[in-house]
């Protein structure tokens, strides 16, 4: 019985090509390695997707919970054509993204977490999966949305995306944007990079174990940071922090 239940829950996966992987010599000098992880893994990622469930800073809290959940869904099979694809340097973490196929023509663009700042990761790891999209699955285009001003510049700025206004997004029901074929293809040359086949060593290193990010997003120490970053000018969520901490 409980069996033949789990039948009518799992959603059947479409067929989807895999994310051929490939590297390249990021910012600081490191090559970093962008790759399709499988169910297995996830339990690995999601071990550094839930601290930063805890930092508010960027938005870091919201988009981490949802990733978790993503992954879990994924994990469980609770959710239908995802894949994730992760970003690694030295086999570290440093960016996750997912999204999944709605149909053979239209993607969905879920998240991008970047473990590691101010190297552009998460804008090539965002790069990786629109290329996965639009090259691989040869879709015509993919909805996105942007939950935080970072995320917004990133994408609907960089990219020049289009409106899909009358579109709600899987994602809250917000109105979505899309990136086509012929936006992607303008962005070519700006935005996408990468080299394959990866470097045996490189790939290998890659695949033996997704090791803890090295300089993760952390909450901040001063707690006034996490107001200023929610635009509590008031400071009313540093007084509710006092208040707890103080058991009132
Ligand atoms: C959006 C995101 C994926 C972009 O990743 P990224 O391309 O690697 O960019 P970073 O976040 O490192 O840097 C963003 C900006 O902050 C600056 N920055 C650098 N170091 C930073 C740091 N330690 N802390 C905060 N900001 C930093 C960068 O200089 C950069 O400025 P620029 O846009 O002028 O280049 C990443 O900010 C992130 O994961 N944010 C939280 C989740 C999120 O918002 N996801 C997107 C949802 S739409």
């Known amino acids: 019985m409980a069996v033949d239940l789990e039948k009518i829950l799992r959603p059947i996966d479409h067929l989807m090509s895999p994310f051929p992987p490939k590297y390249m010599t990021i910012a600081s000098g490191d090559d970093m390695v962008i790759r399709q992880v499988n169910r297995d893994d996830i339990p690995d990622i999601l071990l550094y997707i839930e601290p930063l469930i805890h930092v508010e800073r960027d938005f870091y809290n919201i988009v981490a919970a949802r990733v978790y959940s993503e992954l879990l869904a994924y994990y469980m099979h609770r959710v239908q054509d995802e894949y994730v694809l992760v970003a690694q340097i030295d086999g570290e973490l440093a960016a996750v993204v997912n999204g999944r196929m709605v149909n053979k023509e239209v993607g969905i663009s879920l998240h991008t977490i970047a473990l590691r700042r101010g190297l552009r990761i998460g804008a090539h790891a965002f790069a990786a999966k629109m290329e996965y999209h639009v090259d691989i699955l040869k879709q015509k285009e993919v909805l996105i949305v942007a939950e935080s001003p970072i995320g917004f510049r990133r994408w609907m700025i960089e990219y020049n995306l289009e409106k899909r206004f009358d579109i ?18 303008k962005a070519r040359d700006s935005l996408v990079v990468g080299r394959r086949p990866v470097p ?7 695949k033996a174990g997704i090791l803890p990010p090295s300089d993760p997003p952390v909450p901040p120490e001063d707690l006034l940071a996490a107001t200023r970053s ?19």
Request: hydrophobic share 35%.
């Open 230 to 248: 929610m635009y509590d000018t008031t400071g009313t969520s540093l007084i509710d922090v006092r208040n707890k901490l103080g058991g009132r």
């Open 200 to 206: 045996e060593h490189l790939l290998e290193k890659a």
């Open 168 to 185: 709600p997004h899987e994602l809250g029901g917000v109105p979505s944007w899309a990136l086509t074929k012929e936006l992607f293809d």
